[in-house]
């Protein structure tokens, strides 16, 4: 058999297996854009200049190459500039997903996207016309505190727009160790587990040597002085002694829910 027909094979073993969507599965099959239209949409110049999204280009494909679709960072765009893409990705894609919003921007989105469904408590917007669901992988999302909710819930939303459905284990931090033991049974089979801390950022270590699946440790900007808004944990995550473990950018829920989605894009 052909390589190419091998090819061809496999992608539609992994769609009948739930690994890709049908427009996944379109992407693969057609292969490598050769005209930038197939793969980029270009947002329409407009002339405010506070609010324009001249610059943006939509990576369409996106998803169809690396399992992930393109996300939009809120912190540094005006509500009028993230609205638009975020129109025009749903409108394009069939899904949307922004991350770092201001309230503003959330409002606008309530209002001019319908479909859009919001998280005022970690500045996040979504929309998806039709989800495909991924039941096959357990992730469990676990959090020190109750402090850091705000960037477990960033992962938690990012993997349930993904389709998974995440179990959320909250405050459960060393300095009161036997709550996570009581929870134990409730990630020691996971697949992927997510582990947010501030302060020391002791927790992922000891999950670390708890589990034998990927852990991805999320430092947080939680703490008092000394803690240097993250930079603490940051460095003790880097320096567990758990080998192994996988460690993302400080608040970053966004960027390990991507790390949970690739590492589980091969599952089943």
Known sequence: ???????????????????YTVEETAGLLAGPATDNRLTQA???Q???????????????????????????YGASKSPKQICEIFCRLFATTGKALATRCSQAALELLKKECPAA?????????WA????????????AILAAGTSDITVAEEAALTL??????????YDVGVAGIHRLMNRLDLFRDADVVIVTA???????????????????AVPTSVGYGASFNGIAALLGMLNSCAAGITVVNIDNGFGAAAAAVRILREKK
Do not use: Y
């Open 46 to 72: 407009t002339d405010d200049e506070e609010s324009s999204a001249t610059d943006a280009i939509l990576d369409i494909s996106r998803e169809a190459r690396v399992g992930f679709p393109e996300a939009i």
């Open 160 to 169: 349930e727009f993904m389709g998974f459905t995440p179990e959320r284990i």
């Open 128 to 139: 998806i016309s039709e989800i495909t669901l991924r039941p096959w992988a357990k992730i």
């Open 117 to 125: 469904e919001l998280n005022f408590d970690c500045g996040m917007a």
């Open 198 to 216: 501030g302060m020391e950022g002791a927790l992922p270590s000891v999950v670390g040597g708890l589990v034998g699946c990927p852990v991805i």
């Open 1 to 19: 058999m052909p390589d190419s027909d091998k090819s061809t094979l496999k992608i539609l073993n992994d769609f009948k297996a739930g690994r």
């Open 42 to 44: 270009d947002i329409e």
